[in-house]
């Protein structure tokens, strides 16, 4: 069974501290791993991926995350947060379900977020 | 090109009320998605559709129905609405590469 666990539902730093948001997973298949980004009253935005292709991942706004097999982590950071950066970030992960009839789909499945604020 | 559009972005009901809540995307994905989100509770699927013509049921299906229309529309029906079903639905659409999914702006419904 796939599970993905955000430590710290709220996270609070002040404008040009480090921003650390922390994501462990459980999955019985290498997996694919996101995170996207939720302004106020906005859909969900991704801000990078993990395909498998290099450990240390970059993304848009500054962000980037490291997956580390070993400790099952996808942890995101950024080294000077931003006022614009407070948001919902939510990681997740994906795997590919194989039906009977051939077909397969790419399932997400996500932490329940971290509301990150920053102060001035 | 739009990517993912929903219809609409707001909506009150009051309990027993029914709606379609519609879903669009242009960018010819196979696999569509609905999902739900509440405080503290992430997202949670209702419904995917993993081709023209298929679904199947998410981690919380009761109270719900879904039609795939075609290869661009995956509409969600509340048959009768409950204060329970208040939240935001999200509708999305899976590229097959890394299954990458895109996201609809929302609806936000309130049932009274």
């Given at each position: 069974a796939q599970s993905v666990t955000q430590l710290g539902s709220h996270v609070s730093v002040s404008e040009g501290a480090l921003v650390l948001l922390r994501c462990n997973y459980s999955s019985s298949v290498p997996p694919y791993l996101f995170w996207y980004v939720q302004y106020p009253n906005q859909g969900l935005q991704l801000l990078l991926k993990y395909t498998s292709a290099a450990?240390?991942?970059?993304?848009?706004?500054?962000?980037?995350?490291?997956?580390?097999?070993?400790?099952?982590?996808?942890?995101?950071?950024?080294?000077?947060?931003?006022?614009?950066?407070?948001?919902?970030?939510?990681?997740?992960?994906?795997?590919?379900?194989?039906?009977?009839?051939?077909s397969t789909l790419g399932r997400l499945y996500f932490g329940r977020g971290t509301q990150l604020t920053v102060w001035p | 090109n739009a990517g993912v559009t929903q219809t609409p972005k707001f909506q009150?009901?009051?309990?027993?009320?029914?709606?379609?809540?519609?879903?669009?995307?242009?960018?010819?994905?196979?696999?569509?998605?609905?999902?739900?989100?509440?405080?503290?509770?992430?997202?949670?699927?209702?419904?995917?559709?993993?081709?023209?013509?298929?679904?199947?049921?998410?981690?919380?299906?009761?109270?719900?129905?879904?039609?795939?229309?075609?290869?661009?529309?995956?509409?969600?029906?509340?048959?009768?609405a409950a204060p329970s079903q208040t939240s935001v639905y999200f509708c999305a659409s899976n590229s097959r590469s890394y299954n990458e999914q895109f996201f609809g702006p929302g609806t936000r419904l309130t049932v009274l």
């Amino acid at each position: 069974a796939q599970s993905v666990t955000q430590l710290g539902s709220h996270v609070s730093v002040s404008e040009g501290a480090l921003v650390l948001l922390r994501c462990n997973y459980s999955s019985s298949v290498p997996p694919y791993l996101f995170w996207y980004v939720q302004y106020p009253n906005q859909g969900l935005q991704l801000l990078l991926k993990y395909t498998s292709a290099a450990t240390l991942v970059k993304g848009i706004n500054g962000f980037e995350a490291e997956f580390k097999k070993s400790e099952t982590s996808f942890h995101l950071t950024k080294p000077s947060a931003h006022m614009s950066d407070a948001a919902e970030y939510f990681c997740a992960v994906s795997v590919s379900v194989r039906f009977d009839r051939g077909s397969t789909l790419g399932r997400l499945y996500f932490g329940r977020g971290t509301q990150l604020t920053v102060w001035p | 090109n739009a990517g993912v559009t929903q219809t609409p972005k707001f909506q009150v009901l009051k309990t027993g009320q029914s709606m379609t809540l519609q879903c669009a995307q242009d960018m010819n994905h196979n696999s569509m998605y609905w999902y739900r989100q509440d405080p503290g509770m992430g997202l949670r699927l209702i419904y995917y559709s993993a081709s023209e013509g298929t679904t199947d049921k998410g981690e919380v299906p009761n109270g719900y129905n879904v039609s795939r229309l075609n290869k661009r529309e995956f509409s969600l029906r509340l048959e009768s609405a409950a204060p329970s079903q208040t939240s935001v639905y999200f509708c999305a659409s899976n590229s097959r590469s890394y299954n990458e999914q895109f996201f609809g702006p929302g609806t936000r419904l309130t049932v009274l």
